[in-house]
């Protein structure tokens, strides 16, 4: 009971990073109607930003981590103005195959920055306290590290459902999402809250590659075209893309399941998990659990 318990807190603190990735992907779908998979080279340009915050601006560890996040969101803002935008302005049928193609030039233009200007191997990555260990009921104990990271994934996760379903900007958000043409009909300025999304989402990826880097006290520079990238397209696909709810959810059932299969099984199910499910989701409901066939959209 006790390693089933410990391995459900790790699976939630890997499944709510899990989780953050794919809000980020569902909020820039919500506004451009395609996927960027250039948010997982933001994810990791985030985690390095704070590195050089700490080591070469000798900024505090907060501000290091504002630092970062700021960083990731700018990075985003380029993205959008550079490779999205264009495309963007266009209004082709070919607009979806554009930004895919764009972005994951994006992607490899990233990465091969930060190679140039860092080792490319793993690094270590600064955490600023001692591991202290909390006893829970039925012999378990957690870290102080894990605490942290579960409470900051989850805060992050609320603060952004409430953004979405209850400020004005979240409306106008799940209104380009629903109709462009309908949303800019009714007075919101489209271009704006587009970039503004776009900010948002890779703000958000900044963080969820610091709690990422936290976690495992690493950072490499595929961390998230490989990994986060990854497991987070995983999640807005099988609980189907626009559901943000179900993203929460489908992120922190991965997590657990992944840490179970590594815990009862082997490391090497590890991946195979993620993928296996997702194979499954697209014979069985391309839409995902909790999507609607031939329809995307914001749902509470």
């Not at 260990?133 to 989850?154: E, G």
């Not at 106008?172 to 704006?192: E, K, L, N, Y």
Request: with cysteine; net charge positive.
């Amino acid at each position: 009971m006790e390693t089933f318990v410990k391995q459900i807190v790790n699976g939630i603190t890997i499944g709510s990073l899990y989780a953050l990735v794919a809000m980020g992907y569902n909020l820039i779908f919500g506004v451009l109607s395609v996927l960027s998979f250039a948010q997982g080279a933001i994810i990791m340009i985030g985690a390095y930003a704070m590195i050089f915050a700490i080591s070469v601006l000798s900024l505090s560890y907060p501000l290091a981590i504002a630092f970062g996040v700021l960083t990731a969101g700018a990075t985003g803002l380029m993205v959008e103005r550079v490779s999205v935008r264009p495309i963007k302005v266009r209004r082709g049928k070919d607009l979806q195959w554009g930004v895919i193609i764009a972005t994951i030039g994006m992607v490899i233009f990233l990465e091969a920055l930060v190679r140039r200007f860092t080792s490319g191997r793993p690094e270590s990555f600064p955490v600023p306290f001692e591991t202290v260990y909390f006893q829970l009921p039925l012999d378990v104990r957690i870290t102080s590290l894990q605490l942290i990271l579960m409470a900051a994934s989850l805060a992050l996760l609320a603060v952004l459902m409430l953004l979405i379903y209850r400020t004005k900007f979240g409306q106008a958000v799940r209104a380009i999402a629903q109709s462009q043409r309908f949303a800019h009909s009714v007075g919101i300025d489209t271009q704006r809250i587009t970039v503004l999304t776009f900010g948002l989402a890779s703000a958000l990826g900044g963080a969820t590659g610091i709690l990422y880097s936290i976690h495992y006290k690493a950072v490499y520079v595929y961390m998230g075209s490989t990994v986060l990238g990854l497991k987070g397209l995983v999640v807005i696909i099988v609980a189907g893309v626009g559901n943000l709810p179900g993203c929460v959810a489908m992120g922190l059932v991965l997590g657990i399941l992944e840490v179970m299969s590594v815990g009862y099984i082997s490391s090497s199910y590890r991946d195979f998990i993620a993928y296996g499910i997702l194979l499954i989701m697209l014979f069985v409901r391309p839409s995902g659990l909790f999507g609607e066939r031939g329809k995307v959209e914001f749902t509470v």
